[in-house]
């Protein structure tokens, strides 16, 4: 019978994936989300699936996350420094801008957004715990 439970328990524990990081994004409303980091193969990283408001914020994040020449076309540095909550940059580790979104530029070449509109409601990275040496 022993058996036959750990072949039951298996298969859900293949499709859980390590959390390596997390985004945490707020607005000025108070409204709070954080979305998680997994793994998306060798080097790379990718958000959890989310519901709801967190699924919209996830979706935003991940079509602006990235190469920088990509997600951040146009964008001009910022003066602005990085806050102490944004944790697990590499290299360079600015802001940038464009019509769009204010980014992390928390690897040479490679962004998240860092404020964007998303509804009506303007989200801010609040903290980041990014896992070093993976890029989105």
């Known amino acids: ?9 298996l298969p859900g524990l293949l499709q859980a994936q390590a959390d390596l990081g997390r985004l ?7 409204r709070a989300i954080s979305l998680r980091m997994v793994a998306a193969g060798p080097g790379r990283i990718t958000l959890a ?3 709801g408001d967190a699924a919209r914020v996830r979706a935003f994040v991940l079509a602006h996350a990235g190469a920088e020449s990509r997600a951040a076309l146009g ?10 909550s944004w944790k697990g940059g590499i290299g360079a580790t600015d802001q940038i801008r464009n019509g ?4 992390w530029r928390h690897a040479p070449g ?4 860092a404020q964007f509109v998303l509804n009506g409601q303007t989200w801010r990275l609040l903290a980041a715990d990014l896992p070093g040496g993976r890029t989105f």
């Open 49 to 51: 699936p989310e519901s």
């Open 1 to 9: 019978m022993r058996r036959a439970f750990g072949v039951l328990l």
């Open 24 to 30: 945490y994004y707020t607005t000025s409303h108070g």
């Open 100 to 103: 769009e979104a204010t980014y």
């Open 75 to 84: 964008a001009r540095g910022l003066s602005e420094p990085v806050p102490d």
């Open 110 to 113: 490679q962004v998240v957004p």
